[in-house]
């Protein structure tokens, strides 16, 4: 009903600059939020940035000020923006979002997962 693709993932250098999208389509009603976590090796799953449809995003403190999250509201895009890249920023990036389907349920989605790779 309802589908979450990432991209724009790959291998870069330390320093390096990515920018990942995640697209929703389907059976979308409204939107409220669209969030990217990641998940390294032997890790568990961890919160980078919370965005709502407003002007309020919410960072992880081990990225703030290197990322940036923005929403294209309009196309159910987010985008995650990721400079001044470190190898521990390596790990699988995933898009959530919580949302109102057509049918009338509210519920969360995920994306695949995108690699990113920073090398030292």
């Known amino acids: 009903q309802v589908q979450l693709v990432e991209s724009g993932g790959g291998l870069v250098q330390a320093g390096g600059s990515l920018r990942l999208s995640c697209a929703a389509s389907g059976r979308i009603s409204s939107i409220t939020r669209m969030d990217w976590y990641r998940q390294a090796p032997g890790k568990q799953r961890e919160l980078v940035a919370v965005k709502g449809s407003g002007d309020i995003t919410n960072y992880a403190e081990s990225v703030k000020g290197r990322f940036t999250c923005s929403r294209d509201n309009a196309k159910n895009l987010v985008y995650l923006q990721m400079n001044s890249l470190r190898p521990e920023d390596t790990a699988v990036y995933y898009c959530?979002?919580?949302?109102?389907?057509?049918?009338?349920?509210?519920?969360?989605?995920w994306g695949q997962g995108t690699q990113v790779t920073v090398s030292s």
């Open positions: 959530y979002t919580y949302l109102l389907t057509t049918d009338g349920v509210w519920r969360g989605y």
